[in-house]
C-alpha cells in the first residue's frame, strides 16, 4: 500500500504561485507514474497533468499548459507541481495519484486506472 501525501496549498492572490508537493511511502516511487488532478466545489475531478516514471516526460491540460509544471525527484520519493500565474478558476483541492501499470506521461484525461491517491490539498486564489 502506497501512502500519497500532498502538501504546499494555501490562499494566494491571482497572478501568484504556489509549489504544491506530493510525498510517497513506497521507495519504488521511480517505478509509478504519477497524476496531478483537482476537484473545485460542485465539479468532478478534472485531470491536471501526469508525468512519467522517470519524470524524462510530462503532460499537462490545455487550461494549464503553459502556467503550471511537473516534476519530480526519485531519490526523494516525491512529485511537484509548480503552480504560476494563478487564477481564481485554480480554485480546488488539488490530489496527487500513482499509476503503477503505465509508464507514459499522456493516457488521457481519465481519472481510471491510478492505483493510489492523496487526500488532497486545498489551493485557493482569491481575484
Known amino acids: 500500500q502506497v501512502q500519497l501525501v500532498e502538501s504546499g496549498g494555501g490562499l494566494v492572490q491571482a497572478g501568484g504561485s504556489l509549489r504544491l508537493s506530493c510525498v510517497a511511502s513506497?521507495?519504488?516511487?521511480?517505478?509509478?507514474?504519477m497524476g496531478w488532478f483537482r476537484q473545485a466545489p460542485g465539479k468532478d475531478r478534472e485531470f491536471v497533468g501526469r508525468?512519467?516514471?522517470?519524470?524524462?516526460?510530462?503532460y499537462c491540460t490545455d487550461s494549464v499548459k503553459g502556467r503550471f509544471t511537473i516534476s519530480r525527484d526519485n531519490a526523494q520519493n516525491t512529485v511537484y507541481l509548480q503552480m504560476n500565474s494563478l487564477k481564481p478558476e485554480d480554485t480546488a483541492v488539488y490530489y496527487c495519484?500513482?499509476?503503477?501499470?503505465?509508464?507514459?506521461?499522456?493516457?488521457?484525461?481519465?481519472?481510471?486506472?491510478?492505483?493510489?491517491w492523496g487526500q488532497g490539498t486545498q489551493v485557493t486564489v482569491s481575484s
Open positions: 508525468i512519467s516514471r522517470s519524470g524524462n516526460s510530462t
Open positions: 513506497e521507495r519504488t516511487f521511480s517505478t509509478y507514474a
Open positions: 495519484a500513482a499509476d503503477r501499470l503505465r509508464s507514459m506521461a499522456y493516457v488521457g484525461p481519465t481519472s481510471s486506472g491510478y492505483d493510489y
